[in-house]
Antibody, heavy 122, light 106 residues
Framework: EVQLLESGGGLVQPGGSLRLSCAVS????????MTWVRQAPGKGLQWVSG????????YYADSVKGRFTVSRDNSKNTLYLQMNSLRGEDTAVYYC???????????????WGQGTLVTVSS | SYELTQPPSVSVSPGQTASITCSGD??????GCWYQQKPGQSPVLVIY???KRPSGIPERFSGSNSGNTATLTISGTQPMDEADYYC?????????FGGGTKLTVL
């Protein structure tokens, strides 16, 4: 059974940092592209970042470029999102999603985690 | 920036056919996906590559493309299909979601 479990969310002040993790099981992690998608309260889905199966290619939405960094540890079956210089508009539930293909932009998001809430507020 | 446009809401009676559209300049060049999200739950992929259904998705869900418009069709809509639906596509190095459509079954 495919499982994705996000953690690391919480309350952080504007300008602060947070690191999200996504621990996965039930599939061959090192052959799948991975993605972060967020959803602000009561709003729609917004793509945040993607990373190739090897970790060699990364992609970011303009709204987070230069502030967020996606990475993965294939030996630990874990995906990360380092978020710096956080702003109020970054408040959202952050989902990790798996693409069975290796291309983080082109391939669909086959499985999603349950999400972790990040609240940026003073 | 690339945008995908969906109607905010669609209503359908149980047993009838629901159609949700998604329009975007480059939809004709790549195959979109559709996700279903029920309240308090994570999104679920229901259509990929424009017309394909993942394993476990009921046959009443289908997708089609015509020009720059993708359509999700739910035949014989059931009350359990009430949810938000999002189309998704990509352009160069960016992934884009539509604004979402709330499907009401009443």
């Amino acid at each position: 059974e495919v499982q994705l479990l996000e953690s690391g969310g919480g309350l952080v002040q504007p300008g602060g940092s947070l690191r999200l993790s996504c621990a996965v099981s039930g599939f061959t992690f090192n052959s799948c592209a991975m993605t972060w998608v967020r959803q602000a309260p009561g709003k729609g889905l917004q793509w945040v970042s993607g990373i190739s199966a090897s970790g060699g290619s990364t992609y970011y939405a303009d709204s987070v470029k230069g502030r967020f960094t996606v990475s993965r540890d294939n030996s630990k079956n874990t995906l990360y999102l380092q978020m710096n210089s956080l702003r109020g508009e970054d408040t959202a539930v952050y989902y990790c999603a798996q693409s069975q293909g290796g291309q983080p932009i082109v391939d669909p998001f086959d499985y999603w985690g349950q999400g972790t809430l990040v609240t940026v507020s003073s | 920036s690339y945008e995908l446009t969906q109607p905010p809401s669609v209503s359908v009676s149980p047993g009838q056919t629901a159609s949700i559209t998604c329009s975007g300049d480059k939809l004709g060049n790549n195959f979109g996906c559709w996700y279903q999200q029920k309240p308090g739950q994570s999104p679920v992929l229901v259509i990929y590559q424009g017309t394909k259904r993942p394993s476990g998705i009921p046959e009443r869900f289908s997708g089609s493309n015509s020009g720059n418009t993708a359509t999700l069709t739910i035949s014989g809509t059931q009350p359990m299909d009430e949810a938000d639906y999002y189309c998704q596509a990509w352009d160069s190095s960016t992934v884009v979601f539509g604004g979402g459509t709330k499907l009401t079954v009443l």
